[in-house]
């Protein structure tokens, strides 16, 4: 590997995450993924926390602009549809929030997850308003269709599954009440 970066750090340490949660992300585990001695990593950072902290702002970022593409989707529809496939296509995605959330004890990675997540459920909210439902009910239907996502991000981690159902996707849009082509809308 040529020169590593901070950001070449930080997409480690997010994979790390991905695999252990917070308490996993270690110097040494992140210089053994890059092949790299720990001692490169005092060139980027000064300690754990501030490596965990551009992992976070990294994570944030990336999903930020996902959601920023996924916002231009004219279509309420195919805007969910979407979000919905590129989240379950990104298993480490996932695993991140599932670890973010279960790490909630930890201040800036609790803060951070709730932004992202305020993000996520705010464009999901935003689509079902769209196609009719009521703020009351949109929310209601994107807290259970988001906490599915989460559920299916903790069983794969456990081993429970080995990934989403290859319905999942049609079956998350049905419970959120969004058409499906080919059924009777709920």
């Not at 702002?57 to 959601?67: D, K, Q």
Request: charged fraction near 25%; avoid cysteine; aromatic fraction near 6%.
């Amino acid at each position: 590997m040529g020169r590593v970066t901070a950001d070449d750090w930080a997409r480690a340490a997010l994979e790390v995450l991905a695999e252990g949660g917070l308490r996993a992300i270690a110097v040494e585990a992140v210089a053994a993924r890059l092949n790299v001695s720990k001692g490169s990593f005092y060139w980027h950072f000064t300690n754990r926390r501030a490596l965990v902290d551009a992992a976070l702002r990294l994570w944030e970022s990336g999903t930020g602009a996902v959601i920023a593409e996924v916002e231009k989707i004219t279509d309420p529809a195919q805007r969910l549809r979407t979000l919905l496939e590129i989240a379950l296509g990104e298993p480490t995605a996932a695993a991140v929030s599932f670890w973010l959330i279960s790490g909630a004890d930890d201040p800036a990675a609790a803060e951070v997850a709730r932004r992202v997540t305020d993000r996520r459920m705010g464009l999901m909210q935003s689509a079902l308003r769209l196609l009719g439902r009521s703020e009351e009910e949109a929310r209601a239907r994107v807290v259970a269709g988001y906490g599915g996502y989460l559920g299916v991000a903790a069983l794969v981690r456990i081993g429970a599954v080995d990934s989403a159902p290859a319905t999942f996707t049609e079956q998350a849009l049905a419970e959120m009440g969004v058409p499906v082509p080919g059924t009777d809308p709920a």
